[in-house]
């Protein structure tokens, strides 16, 4: 069974930053890792993409220059490095296995 | 980045057939957007029902199916359930980049 968990979130102030981690299980850690987030509210947004050997980073322009992706195969783990953080990064961060599967989120507060 | 649009609600009838749509701000959705479909019930993570225009993942129950179609992604849902009341989200790729849909509410009433 496919097990992603999310850690690492939390009240943080404006311009702090924040390490998300996410601890994957049940699969062979090869695939293209994800995280997605959702404001309070809000819909979906795509933030940053890994493939499976770190190749190829992907970023959303909201995020840009501010967050970090990273992973380690060994460990089979999704890393998000968030610095500069701003009141609209407010959401909960989820890790995503190659769009397919979903961890239950972590809820990131922005907020002095 | 492309915007991508979704109905933002629509309404079905228990077992009766509703097609949610996803455009492009770019141009016509094709295969080599490889458009994705998300259910999110409230209080829980989205699941994953539509992979690659129509691939189906292990849960996703008979009664939905995607598609091109004119143009834009689509997702129907053939024989509503109660339980499929939901927000449904698309998401297209571009060269390794995602963008998801605006999201759309389906009640089943």
């Known amino acids: 069974e496919v097990r992603l968990v999310e850690s690492g979130g939390g009240l943080v102030k404006p311009g702090g930053s924040l390490r998300l981690s996410c601890a994957a299980s049940?699969?062979?850690?090869?695939?293209?890792m994800n995280w997605v987030r959702q404001a309070p509210g809000k819909g979906l947004e795509w933030v940053s993409s890994?493939?499976?050997?770190?190749?190829?980073?992907y970023y959303a322009d909201s995020v840009k220059g501010r967050f970090t992706i990273s992973r380690d195969n060994a460990k089979n783990s999704l890393y998000l490095q968030m610095n500069s953080l701003r009141a609209e990064d407010t959401a909960v961060y989820y890790c995503?296995?190659?769009?397919?599967?979903w961890g239950q989120g972590t809820l990131v507060t922005v907020s002095s | 980045q492309a915007v991508v649009t979704q109905e933002p609600s629509l309404t079905v009838s228990p077992g009766g057939t509703v097609t949610l749509t996803c455009g492009s701000g770019?141009?016509?959705?094709?295969?080599?957007?490889?458009p994705y479909w998300f259910q999110q019930k409230p209080g829980q993570a989205p699941r994953t029902l539509i992979y690659?225009?129509?691939k189906k993942h292990s849960w996703t129950p008979a009664r939905f199916s995607g598609s091109l179609l004119g143009g834009k992604a689509a997702l129907t849902l053939s024989g509503a359930q109660p339980e499929d009341e939901a927000d449904y989200y698309c998401l297209l790729s571009y060269s390794g980049f995602h963008v998801f849909g605006t999201g759309t509410k389906v009640t089943v009433l």
């Open positions: 690659d225009t129509t």
């Open positions: 995503v296995r190659d769009v397919l599967d």
């Open positions: 890994i493939t499976s050997t770190s190749d190829y980073k």
């Open positions: 770019s141009g016509p959705v094709t295969s080599g957007h490889y």
């Open positions: 049940g699969f062979t850690f090869i695939y293209t």
